[in-house]
């Protein structure tokens, strides 16, 4: 079999179009998947994966352009097993010297699927009213004071002032909540924009009128935000505060994950956290505050961080259970573990507007997990 038709046949399985003769071949498969005993090690098994993926498969065109080292295992959907799950896998052969293949394992097929997250919303106005942004129609859905609120195309909320501000004393606020499935723009009154991802909630005031701009978050978000030296904008999330005058930056800041990270992509952010400590971050930082223990700054992968917005999943030796949060978020779906949850990590890189299985398959074809869905649930299976 050419890689050529290996790589027909695959994509057919993720679909589910394969005869049982075809899938059959198609797990008989090893070829340039495997390596000797000897090559063991973790960072020299995934450079020759890379290395002969790379040398044989035709580079789609849309992740090429997005992100060039990553795009040979978007394109085939093939998930490169990181450290462990390499070492897992390896741990569980009958005799040390068989070479470690790399092929794709039996995986059951999925009879379920579930769809990706839209652009959806939920606005709640200042007088307790709420407005479902995906059923609303486009152009003005409210208006506050001197500021006006319009939905402009899908998945956009953009808030205008007039060209005289009204000078009021009291703060008037909305909230703009994300359902998990869910995602959603939006535009503040200073031209500062906000990219909500699933599961995320923010308030701000419908009129910056103090001398901070200052918004409260829960979840994560990317901004880009519009300078303005006299008045410094200033993200409020669970124990910190980002504080910027005009930067781009991504914060992440759920209540299920163990720490909140602040990464910086342009410009320059003070990170707080309630006792006073503060760090400063630069280009291509990450600010990791982990409660009581204070503030971490780490070199940032931007593209890793950045995926979501893109429109991907990026895995760069992530915990399986991490991985499983984002899938439970995106998708609307509960997760439940059987048999534990053993210490996997993964890497590659899938389009987020696959449906479920797709991303599930990936997973399953390292032969380290394997999946079951029913009723809006995910049932992990070590």
């Not at 990270?261 to 320059?268: Q, R």
């Given at each position: 079999?050419?890689?050529?038709?290996?790589?027909?046949?695959?994509?057919?399985?993720?679909?589910?179009?394969?005869?049982?003769?075809?899938?059959?071949?198609?797990?008989?498969?090893?070829?340039?998947?495997?390596?000797?005993?000897?090559?063991?090690?973790?960072?020299?098994?995934?450079?020759?994966?890379?290395?002969?993926?790379?040398?044989?498969?035709?580079?789609?065109?849309?992740?090429?352009?997005?992100?060039?080292?990553?795009?040979?295992?978007?394109?085939?959907?093939v998930l490169l097993v990181?450290?462990?799950?390499?070492?897992?896998?390896?741990?569980?052969?009958?005799?040390?010297?068989?070479?470690?293949?790399?092929?794709?394992?039996?995986?059951?097929?999925?009879?379920?699927?579930?769809?990706?997250?839209t652009n959806k919303a939920?606005?709640?106005?200042?007088?307790?009213?709420?407005?479902?942004?995906?059923?609303?129609?486009?152009?003005?859905?409210?208006?506050?004071?001197?500021?006006?609120?319009?939905?402009?195309?899908?998945?956009?909320?953009?808030?205008?002032?007039?060209?005289?501000?009204?000078?009021?004393?009291?703060?008037?606020?909305?909230?703009?909540?994300?359902?998990?499935?869910?995602?959603?723009?939006?535009?503040?009154?200073?031209?500062?924009?906000?990219?909500?991802?699933?599961?995320?909630?923010?308030?701000?005031?419908?009129?910056?009128?103090?001398?901070?701009?200052?918004?409260?978050?829960?979840?994560?978000?990317?901004?880009?935000?519009?300078?303005?030296?006299?008045?410094?904008?200033?993200?409020?999330?669970?124990?910190?505060?980002?504080?910027?005058?005009?930067?781009?930056?991504?914060?992440?800041?759920?209540?299920?994950?163990?720490?909140?990270?602040?990464?910086?992509?342009?410009?320059?952010?003070?990170?707080?956290?309630?006792?006073?400590?503060?760090?400063?971050?630069?280009?291509?930082?990450?600010?990791?505050?982990?409660?009581?223990?204070?503030?971490?700054?780490?070199?940032?992968?931007?593209?890793?961080?950045?995926?979501?917005?893109?429109?991907?999943?990026?895995?760069?030796?992530?915990?399986?259970?991490?991985?499983?949060?984002?899938?439970?978020?995106?998708?609307?779906?509960?997760?439940?573990?059987?048999?534990?949850?053993?210490?996997?990590?993964?890497?590659?890189?899938?389009?987020?507007?696959?449906?479920?299985?797709?991303?599930?398959?990936?997973?399953?074809?390292?032969?380290?997990?394997?999946?079951?869905?029913?009723?809006?649930?995910?049932?992990?299976?070590?």
């Amino acid at each position: 079999m050419t890689k050529e038709e290996y790589l027909d046949l695959y994509e057919r399985s993720l679909k589910g179009d394969c005869s049982p003769e075809e899938l059959a071949r198609l797990q008989q498969y090893e070829d340039d998947f495997c390596f000797s005993d000897e090559t063991h090690s973790d960072e020299i098994l995934k450079e020759k994966i890379y290395n002969r993926l790379s040398a044989s498969i035709a580079q789609e065109e849309n992740v090429k352009r997005m992100f060039p080292w990553k795009a040979v295992a978007a394109a085939v959907a093939v998930l490169l097993v990181a450290a462990s799950g390499f070492l897992y896998f390896n741990g569980h052969l009958s005799q040390r010297n068989k070479p470690l293949a790399v092929a794709v394992e039996k995986t059951p097929v999925l009879k379920q699927d579930i769809p990706p997250g839209t652009n959806k919303a939920v606005l709640i106005l200042a007088d307790g009213s709420e407005v479902e942004l995906n059923k609303a129609t486009e152009g003005q859905i409210a208006a506050q004071g001197n500021t006006t609120v319009n939905k402009s195309g899908n998945g956009q909320l953009i808030y205008q002032l007039a060209d005289k501000p009204q000078t009021t004393s009291l703060a008037v606020f909305n909230t703009l909540a994300v359902p998990r499935g869910g995602q959603y723009n939006l535009t503040l009154p200073d031209g500062s924009k906000i990219w909500l991802n699933a599961a995320s909630k923010i308030r701000f005031p419908i009129q910056f009128t103090d001398k901070e701009r200052m918004v409260e978050l829960e979840g994560e978000a990317y901004f880009e935000v519009a300078h303005n030296p006299q008045q410094p904008f200033i993200v409020k999330v669970k124990g910190m505060q980002v504080e910027v005058l005009g930067t781009h930056f991504n914060v992440m800041a759920y209540t299920d994950e163990a720490t909140i990270n602040t990464t910086l992509l342009e410009g320059k952010v003070r990170l707080r956290n309630d006792r006073a400590a503060e760090v400063i971050l630069n280009p291509g930082q990450e600010g990791v505050f982990t409660g009581n223990k204070g503030f971490k700054v780490n070199k940032a992968d931007i593209e890793q961080v950045m995926s979501w917005k893109n429109g991907y999943f990026i895995f760069n030796d992530e915990d399986l259970t991490s991985i499983m949060r984002k899938i439970s978020r995106w998708y609307n779906v509960d997760i439940e573990y059987s048999g534990g949850t053993k210490k996997l990590s993964f890497a590659g890189s899938i389009s987020r507007f696959k449906n479920v299985t797709e991303v599930l398959n990936m997973l399953a074809l390292t032969g380290t997990v394997q999946f079951k869905i029913e009723a809006g649930k995910i049932t992990v299976i070590h």
